[in-house]
Structure formats: C-alpha cells, structure tokens
C-alpha cells in the first residue's frame, strides 16, 4: 500500500476571514475555495498545490474550556515545513504574535506560536 498523504485538516476558528488572510500573510498560501458549509456557516480553505487547511466558522460561537492536551479529540497544534524559518518568524512577528520553544536539534529548526484563535502552530525547516 502506498504511503498515505495528509491533504488537509479542518479548524474553527473564529473568523474565516481574518484567519485565512493570516495564513495566507504567514505562509505564502493562497484562497483554493471558499463558500457556505454544509454544517452551517462559513469555511475558507487556503494552502498550497498539495494541501491545505480548511477554516471554518460556525455562527454558533463556542470556546473550549479545556486544554486541548487533556481533551480527547482536541487539536494539540499544526506543523508547517518551510524553507526559511527566520523569514517565516519574522513575518509571525510583524503579526504581533510570539515565537516560542525554539528548537534546533535533528531533524531541524523550529519554533511554535499560537494565532489569534489559539491555534498552536509548529513551524519547521528541514534544511
């Protein structure tokens, strides 16, 4: 059996908008489709050729009361493959957002930060 390929994951966040313009800022990423969920609401999905994340926002705002590493089924964070990391905290940065736990051990660099929705986000470059 071949190998399975992650092609995207899907979040709530607060605001679709803001959260896919953050990305898109971050990363580089641009808008593959955006429009009404199924579920109600709205979802945007923004990344690259081969995956993305599909952001989602339900007019039924809740937030979670739990720690996502204590809750089963919570998202601990996300991790990014890029190939410049100092550009990549920079621009993290300049969105008023904290790099932290930064790493350099084998197989690479890396830090962390957390969005606006406290979404926790590795970012990390091979190289």
């Given at each position: 059996?071949?190998?399975?390929?992650?092609?995207?994951?899907?979040?709530?966040?607060?605001?679709?908008?803001?959260?896919?313009?953050?990305?898109?800022?971050?990363?580089?990423?641009?808008?593959?489709?955006?429009?009404?969920?199924?579920?109600?609401?709205?979802?945007?999905?923004?990344?690259?050729?081969?995956?993305?994340?599909?952001?989602?926002?339900?007019?039924?705002?809740?937030?979670?009361?739990?720690?996502?590493?204590?809750?089963?089924?919570?998202?601990?964070?996300?991790?990014?493959?890029?190939?410049?990391?100092?550009?990549v905290e920079r621009?993290?940065?300049?969105?008023?957002?904290?790099?932290?736990?930064?790493?350099?051990?084998?197989?690479?660099?890396?830090?962390?930060?957390?969005?606006?929705?406290?979404?926790?986000?590795?970012?990390?470059?091979?190289?």
């Amino acid at each position: 059996m071949p190998e399975a390929i992650l092609e995207h994951a899907n979040i709530t966040v607060h605001s679709v908008q803001q959260s896919a313009a953050l990305f898109c800022r971050l990363f580089d990423w641009k808008v593959r489709w955006q429009g009404d969920s199924i579920h109600g609401g709205r979802t945007i999905h923004v990344g690259g050729k081969g995956s993305y994340l599909a952001l989602y926002e339900n007019p039924k705002k809740s937030n979670a009361i739990t720690d996502t590493y204590y809750q089963i089924n919570g998202l601990n964070h996300i991790c990014l493959i890029v190939s410049d990391l100092d550009d990549v905290e920079r621009r993290v940065q300049d969105e008023g957002l904290t790099p932290i736990n930064h790493a350099n051990y084998e197989p690479g660099r890396r830090f962390y930060f957390k969005t606006n929705d406290n979404i926790e986000v590795e970012v990390v470059d091979y190289k």
